[in-house]
């Protein structure tokens, strides 16, 4: 590696903060170490209420600040030792890296209180900023990606199972309910013209307001990184363009967290849990949840030789213990930040990413030399084959852990490439669940057309074969005139999920009255039966929501289990032809971002926001803007960025959020992106010093000039 990159233009004169048109933090510092402490005060002055909000989710005393409706999650987060385990993956961190880390964490304290005075939200809940821990920032990343991977999608299939029979369980393999799905591309470069690869994307998790990415620049003499962080979590472990070298990253689907059946019993104080050659006592203690509003709740937290035990099956009384790489090995990644930032090569990136541990990603890494470079990072246990299916017995041995993990692959890249969640040669090994391969496909034929990156990105449309084959096994003759003329409307309908389309919406209204009847079906009705898991998980077991989520599978999946889908399309069909007419699809189809309810400012602002935008998009489309068919049309997930980096100059690089920089209501740049997010449009990634203006005293991000995209 270099000592440093050539800059973009002159170095900045001291250490500070400055921001562009945007408000975009732009970081220059003279160590790596003053540089984690600058990114964690940025951090706290543009995001305080949602970094606090995550510090306390980790921490498990989100209901000590909010109220009883944290109370799950607070228990969930005691039970599964997520501030446990951030510590200890923090005390095995190579020295300097646990130095940056705490570093970071110092400067969130330092920035918390000027952060937190613009957050009305501390005010509408009568708290207050509290102490960042230097493991914190491990916790807040575990926050976002305990529940981002598979074992509650092994819940819901347990539920099927006993409900309709493990025959069923086929019927809902796909990229499970509040999971992962993002795409990311590269075009390779260009010898005649001499020009160097791009890489483009957009990552798609729940829309979360303020958004779960902070843009922002990392600069010292070292390096010089622009990309996307987690807020409360130092460096840009996800999305990233050093100068020389850029990476983007999608998750493998790989499956690589286990949930165990216990018995437990009792002995006074004491807790056994059973074992392959007897009782053995488990670890256990109690807390105590202190609950704003309310009366403290008491949690009992035990651990087995397996992991936490995070929940308890209502219908045969096992325990269900969880076990994670990060856990078991006590690390979680971190030690690949640093040496991230430090990348020239892709051979660096790979070098870096052998640290990592979860979640399990999909990396596409390209340099300016020309190499390309796709690889899978991470951790993934190898044991029984059944463990990435449902929850499995703890005390039989066979479904141990061996010790090992699955070598990861990784292969150059020749041509145009895509990833999106699919199942491909590279990940097959390493998962059971995958989206729907028609997003890659797309993608795939895009580049291939040669269509520019802003285009692949909005994408909207829809594939929905096996849904319009639907339509047309219905006989004309058995339909009413309406629903006759109806279908003839949507057999002729382009399949653009248009935000302004008509079609688009009447076809939306029958997939909703569809899914419905389904989850009505006497065939599938069981699964109403009374669930045996927390509430918590209530997104991956709610059965209309299943059904919603993985539509296509289920009326594809159905007839081979004898049941005939016809009758229920035509329902569906005769609902919406003779009901009131659904309008375009953007009417059905508007933003609803997932936010805590405590602060009227903030509820103001959302409601501003669906009255700026409409979306066009659907779940399966390149732009995934998600619903749930049947249960919502609202879209709460979607693209939580989008980037292209472009290596035969950085500055011709652009990006967006859904919202802003600032998480605080009433800042010019809490939402000043949104209408270009929702157009499909892309802010520039500045990289002239000479553009960006120091932070004013105060921390205030300047007021913007007139929006364009200059």
Not at 55 to 76: C, K
């Amino acid at each position: 590696m270099g000592e440093s990159v050539a800059p973009d233009g002159p170095r900045p004169g001291a250490a500070g903060i400055r921001r562009d048109r945007w408000g975009v933090p732009h970081l220059w510092a003279d160590t790596v170490d003053d540089l984690a402490r600058l990114q964690g005060r940025a951090a706290a002055i543009d995001r305080a209420w949602q970094i606090e909000v995550e510090r306390w989710r980790s921490e498990g005393r989100l209901a000590e600040h909010v109220g009883p409706a944290e109370v799950g999650w607070d228990r969930f987060a005691r039970r599964a030792r997520l501030d446990d385990t951030a510590r200890r993956c923090y005390d095995r961190l190579d020295p300097a890296t646990r130095r940056w880390v705490a570093a970071y964490a110092q400067g969130v304290g330092e920035g918390l209180a000027e952060g937190a005075a613009g957050a009305p939200e501390f005010a509408a809940t009568g708290s207050a900023p509290g102490r960042w821990r230097p493991w914190s920032p491990l916790g807040v990343f575990l926050v976002q990606h305990v529940l981002f991977a598979t074992f509650p999608n092994k819940l819901w299939r347990a539920h099927v199972a006993a409900t309709l029979g493990p025959a069923a369980t086929a019927l809902f393999d796909s990229d499970p309910p509040g999971g992962s799905g993002s795409n990311a591309w590269v075009v390779p470069a260009d010898a005649a013209t001499g020009r160097a690869p791009l890489i483009a994307g957009d990552p798609h998790r729940t829309l979360e307001l303020p958004g779960i990415y902070h843009q922002v620049r990392l600069a010292c003499p070292e390096f010089d990184v622009v990309g996307f962080a987690f807020p409360g979590v130092p460096g840009l472990p996800h999305f990233g363009h050093a100068g020389e070298v850029a990476w983007a990253v999608t998750n493998a689907m790989a499956d690589y967290q286990d949930v165990y059946r216990e018995h437990l019993r009792r002995d006074g104080d004491r807790v056994l849990v059973r074992e392959a050659d007897g009782w053995a006592p488990a670890r256990r203690h109690v807390e105590q949840i202190e609950v704003r509003g309310g009366e403290p709740v008491t949690v009992e937290v035990i651990e087995t030789a397996r992991g936490p035990v995070v929940d308890h099956d209502r219908h045969t009384g096992d325990a269900l213990s969880l076990r994670t790489p990060a856990r078991v090995e006590q690390r979680l990644g971190f030690d690949a930040l640093l040496p991230l930032l430090r990348a020239r090569t892709v051979d660096d990136v790979a070098t870096a990413l052998r640290a990592w541990v979860e979640p399990v990603n999909s990396v596409l890494v390209a340099d300016r030399s020309g190499a390309v470079t796709q690889l899978v990072a991470g951790l993934v246990p190898q044991r029984d084959e059944r463990c990435r299916r449902e929850p499995v017995p703890g005390w039989e041995p066979r479904y141990r852990w061996t010790g090992g993990y699955a070598t990861m692959p990784r292969a150059a890249v020749t041509g145009p490439a895509a990833c999106a969640n699919d199942r491909r040669p590279d990940t097959v090994a390493l998962g059971a669940d995958f989206a729907p391969p028609h997003r890659a496909r797309r993608i795939r034929a895009l580049l291939a057309d040669g269509v520019p990156p802003e285009t692949v990105h909005t994408d909207d449309r829809l594939e929905a074969d096996v849904l319009r084959a639907a339509l047309g096994r219905l006989d004309p003759a058995a339909l009413t005139a309406p629903a006759r003329a109806l279908r003839d409307r949507l057999a002729a309908w382009d399949g653009r999920m248009a935000a302004d389309s008509a079609d688009a919406g009447a076809f939306a209204a029958w997939r909703a009255a569809l899914a419905r009847g389904l989850h009505e079906h006497p065939w599938l009705r069981p699964l109403h039966a009374p669930g045996a898991y927390d509430e918590l998980f209530a997104a991956w077991t709610n059965p209309l929501g299943r059904i919603g989520h993985a539509l296509d599978a289920v009326v594809a999946g159905l007839p081979r289990l004898g049941v005939d889908v016809d009758p229920v399309a035509a329902a569906a069909l005769e609902e919406v032809a003779h009901g009131d007419p659904p309008g375009a699809w953007g009417r059905r189809h508007v933003l609803h971002p997932v936010h805590l309810s405590v602060a009227e400012e903030v509820e103001a602002a959302v409601r501003a926001m669906r009255a700026r935008v409409s979306l066009s998009g659907d779940s399966d489309c390149v732009l995934a803007t998600s619903s749930v068919p049947g249960f919502s049309d609202a879209c709460w997930r979607g693209p939580v960025a989008r980037y292209v980096w472009d290596l035969t100059d950085r500055a011709d690089s652009r990006w967006v959020v859904p919202f802003g920089a600032s998480g605080r209501p009433g800042d010019p740049h809490f939402d000043d992106q949104l209408p270009l997010w929702a157009d499909g449009d892309l802010i520039p990634v500045v990289t002239d010093w000479r553009r960006l203006r120091p932070e004013p005293p105060g921390g205030a991000s300047p007021v913007p000039g007139p929006r364009t995209l200059g």
